[in-house]
């Protein structure tokens, strides 16, 4: 793993340990750099994420609830990340990456967001998930400023607009 991926991951994981979450009271500073994977089975480039608003949505293919989910984060997505510093990253639990692309292949979709695996499962034990789906919208300080067990509507345009206003200053979590 190159220097720059590693520490871009690194500043990632740290990010989110600020988070004043009790419930997810984990250290991520120990999970392993391996942890989280492109669909490539590639490290990905944390970077492009930084300062920006993050919703990471925590999903898996045998949850329903999390299926049903991903079109209206993918919808949110690509309504918001251009426009706004915003991004939603989708972090599959469990699969590996080949696993990912026969499960996208089967529902006949791609989602635009950005989708990373944890295919060992590290992440649900070290951040003590309650359940699935679970998103984290998190703030530009790497602050987790509201966690969300459930499927929610992301595409409703209240959503959208809640998300734009937290991004814009003129609403509060």
Known sequence: MSWPVRIALSMFMSVLSLQPVSALAADLNDITASAVVTEKGEQPD????????LLINFWATWCPPCVQE?????????ALHKDIPFAVVAINL?????QLSAFWQKMAWHPDMPVMSDPDNSLLSALNLSGLPSSWLV???????????GIRPWDAPETVNKIKG????????
Request: no cysteine.
């Open 46 to 53: 944390w970077s492009a994420l930084q300062g920006k608003w």
């Open 139 to 149: 703030n530009p300080q790497g602050q987790v400023v509201e966690n969300i067990t």
């Open 94 to 98: 469990g699969d590996q990456p080949e």
């Open 166 to 173: 937290l991004v814009e200053g003129t609403a509060t979590p």
């Open 70 to 78: 991903l079109p209206a984060l993918d919808h949110l997505y690509t």
